[in-house]
């Protein structure tokens, strides 16, 4: 078992009492994990007919997921192509509190690397605006190819701090996610590297800087909007006080309901979530998003997409390219966003005055609407992510690569030679 430090085990026995026996004992069982299906893409029935490897049980709180015992799940071919994430089974509780819609605005306020901003976008279903924040720009790139490989089509990711973004939008959003960095008390069986670093004097440092962004969030949310705050920990003084302390210092929002995920309880390592609720008031509107027109690169777009694509995305008045050609297709009613910016709803890809050359990120969003396909085995499809050439039939042109009918990128046909088009930073090692 793993050696957990003596003023935690002291804490939790004076918390949990009786129950602290079961609570130690779980310790003894190896970690949970957890397969998120990715809706935006297939059904958890449809994921369930192809799995790769066995899927156990399904999780009690989220609809789309599956306990899994695989070693290496974030190896195979169905990952890269975005039809699951792979996210510790408690902690998929927090984003399905929210409630998000479609059409609303949602802001994700701590979101790297992305497991609980890949919920809310499936929960919005492609619609309305999503903004994923990660203060840490290392970590928001993470977040910003996970948005990419899980075909995330209403999604802004932005790296900023709370302070910055509440100066941008106050009460603005409609419901917002702040999944809080934490003393990680759930996390030290899957990061035993957390363990040294648990001390009592972190747990409040880490109280100090949850109820700053807190405050922030309460700013940004719109009268009657919702914020759910959650934890992977299990101290009062980052879960339920900080909770208490919220609502003394905003009587403007009440308590909705709590959860506390413990892992003698539950089926998962362990997670704390609160769902509040701001009373009716303003809602502000934000300066809306100033989209860069370019007809002559609108055009050549248009008329890839009809040879493309079975069904071209909707596009009107959504076209943002900037000067150096690069093309973007922005969420309707995407506001002005003013900060350090990785990702802008779906990059269509590249004019250089001349052609057309698509994005991955198109592939990634909307390549099952593509007529013009290839379908690789298993083996091949590895032979594509390592970057190789693969040998194809059929017409000269732009393809979406599949397996098992879903995009894993693009490739280029010419003369029997399918150029492989598969970022570069991507790739598999060999
Ligand atoms: N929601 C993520 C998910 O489901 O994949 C996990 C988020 S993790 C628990 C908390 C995140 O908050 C970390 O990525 C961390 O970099 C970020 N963070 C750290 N300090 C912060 C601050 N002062 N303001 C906002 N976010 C912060």
Not at 212 to 231: F, H, N, Q
Request: charged share 25%.
């Amino acid at each position: 078992m793993i050696q957990l430090p003596e003023k935690f085990l002291q804490r939790m026995q004076q918390r949990l009492g009786d129950r602290y026996p079961a609570f130690l004992a779980s310790y003894k069982r190896p970690p949970l994990k957890g397969l998120r299906v990715n809706p935006l893409k297939l059904t958890a029935e449809e994921f369930a007919a192809l799995a790769p490897f066995p899927l156990g049980e399904r999780v009690a709180w989220e609809k789309t997921a599956f306990y899994i015992t695989e070693e290496k799940p974030g190896g195979d071919v169905c990952h890269f192509a975005g039809l699951y994430y792979l996210q510790e089974p408690s902690a998929m509780c927090a984003a399905p509190l929210l409630g998000a819609e479609a059409g609303e605005r949602v802001l994700d306020l701590c979101a790297a690397p992305g497991g609980k901003t890949s919920q809310l976008a499936a929960a919005m279903r492609g619609e309305g605006i999503l903004i994923s924040n990660e203060i840490d720009f290392g970590r928001a790139k993470v977040l910003s190819q996970n948005v990419e490989r899980m075909g995330i089509p209403n999604c802004a990711v932005v790296s900023a701090s709370p302070e910055t973004l509440s100066a941008r939008f106050p009460g603005f959003f409609d419901k917002i996610l702040v999944d809080a960095p934490c003393s990680g008390e759930g996390m030290f069986k899957k990061e035993p590297n957390a363990i040294p670093e648990w001390s009592e004097e972190n747990v409040a440092r880490c109280a100090v800087r949850q109820s700053g962004i807190l405050d922030e969030a309460a700013k940004m949310l719109r009268g009657g909007g919702k914020l759910v705050y959650s934890t992977c920990t299990f101290s009062e003084e980052e879960d339920e006080w900080q909770i208490e302390a919220f609502l003394r210092r905003h009587p403007e929002f009440s308590l909705r309901s709590m959860h506390k995920l413990y892992p003698h309880e539950v089926r998962g390592e362990g997670h704390f979530a609160a769902l509040l609720e701001k009373e009716e008031g303003e809602s502000c509107a934000a300066r809306p998003f100033r989209i860069q027109k370019n007809a002559a690169a609108e055009r050549a777009f248009c008329g890839f997409a009809e040879e493309f694509f079975v069904e071209p995305p909707r596009t009107e008045g959504r076209i943002h390219t900037l000067a150096d050609g690069r093309m973007y297709l922005v969420p309707d009613g995407m506001p002005e966003l003013n900060v350090r910016l990785l990702r802008l709803g779906v990059e269509l890809g590249e004019w250089d005055g001349k052609n057309f050359k698509p994005a991955h990120a198109l592939a990634m969003a909307f390549g099952t609407l593509a007529k013009k396909k290839i379908s690789l085995s298993r083996e091949e499809a590895k032979t594509y992510l390592r970057g190789e050439t693969l040998t194809c039939d059929g017409e000269s042109g732009w393809v979406a690569v599949c397996v098992d009918g879903f995009p894993l990128g693009l490739g280029k046909a010419s003369g029997g030679i399918l150029k492989n088009h598969y970022p570069k930073g991507l790739r598999l090692r060999q």
